[in-house]
């Protein structure tokens, strides 16, 4: 059985990917940029590489001998370059099938820096000759972490959500449905819409993580600008800031956004549900990160 490597295998989805892998007895083998974290996962039995999208060289020897290869990178600018120069590696490297982590609403004119840049790699795959499954998720759950420094010293969630209901994804669904894709047979060629169980509300947010940490939470409904800033003083970078503006700002018009069954069909069980992430999450809401 030839490897399957995950990239992004410290991120959300790589490593729910990897863990789900393992769960099947597949052959992985994980890619980091970092020495430390290939050896940690060496320590736990899984065999890892250290490269760089950028890299050609190291890209090419992470690729040596592997079968598929799961696909995911950070939200960047760099998506395009290093997606496509990812996909053109692992063509020349004999790789059969990639699984791509892209965006729900991918478009080439779409309104959002990462709508566009998602469906340019959608389509380089697409027409590459390799098989392929893109997994296009809807925002993720995972998301809601950023927000445990206002939970715990303010007990609210700020947010330019307004009223919106978003079938908001768990990450382990993601890494689930992925790691189906790539052991599974009847997935190529195929695009999934993945979504949460349900349209929920950042009201409900507040809710169902008040409840899993036995504290009241309050939702905080906030301008777009002050929403833009707030991100910009956290330190993302003004093109991502708009982005997420834009797409609460659709959020908000739509008014709630039907889930999907994709995530159902494909597992054969139903997809976390927002209660389910808040208790499994609630240590992580109660611990504020360091650094
Ligand atoms: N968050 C959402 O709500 C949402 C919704 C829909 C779609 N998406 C899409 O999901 C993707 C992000 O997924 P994620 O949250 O799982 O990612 P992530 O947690 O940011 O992880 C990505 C991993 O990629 C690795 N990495 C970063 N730069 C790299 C490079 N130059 N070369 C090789 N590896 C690199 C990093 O690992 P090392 O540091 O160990 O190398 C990092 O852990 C984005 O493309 C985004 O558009 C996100």
């Known amino acids: 059985m030839k490897p399957i490597l995950v990239t992004g295998a410290t991120g959300t989805t790589g490593s729910a990917t990897l863990q789900y892998l393992k769960v099947k007895g597949a052959n992985v083998r994980a890619m980091t940029r970092d020495k430390a974290h290939a050896a940690g996962f060496e320590a736990r039995g899984i065999p890892a590489v250290v490269a760089d999208f950028g890299d ?15 696909l995911v990178h950070p939200p960047s600018p760099e998506i395009p370059q ?44 697409k027409s590459s ?19 445990v420094a206002t939970i715990q010293h303010e007990g609210a969630i700020y947010s330019d959500n307004g009223d919106a209901k978003i079938p908001l994804i768990d990450a382990r669904d993601i890494g689930a449905v992925a790691a ?30 008040g409840k899993a940490i036995g504290k009241d939470i309050q939702y905080v409904d906030v301008s777009d600008e002050a929403a833009r800033q707030g991100m910009m003083g956290a330190g ?46 609630a240590r992580a809401f109660e611990m504020e990160a360091v650094g």
């Open 56 to 70: 050609p060289a190291a890209l090419a020897k992470a690729l040596e001998g592997v079968e598929k290869a799961f």
């Open 82 to 125: 290093h997606e496509k120069a990812f996909i053109h590696a692992a063509k020349k490297a004999g790789v059969k099938k990639i699984v791509k982590v892209s965006i729900i609403g991918a478009d080439l004119h779409g309104a959002l820096h990462l709508a566009r840049w998602h469906a340019e790699v959608e389509s380089c795959l």
């Open 129 to 147: 000759g390799l098989a392929y499954t893109i997994l296009r998720p809807h925002s993720f759950l995972q998301n809601l972490l950023a927000n």
């Open 180 to 209: 189906a894709a790539l052991t599974e047979e009847g997935h190529d060629g195929k695009v999934y819409h993945l979504t949460g169980p349900a349209a929920v509300s950042f009201r409900d947010v507040a809710q169902a993580v």
């Open 236 to 281: 993302f970078p003004k093109w991502l800031a708009d982005d997420l503006v834009t797409l609460n700002q659709l959020g908000r018009q739509l008014g709630v956004q039907q889930p999907t069954s994709d995530v159902d069909e494909v597992l054969g069980r139903p997809a976390h549900s927002l209660a389910d992430f808040a208790r499994d999450y």
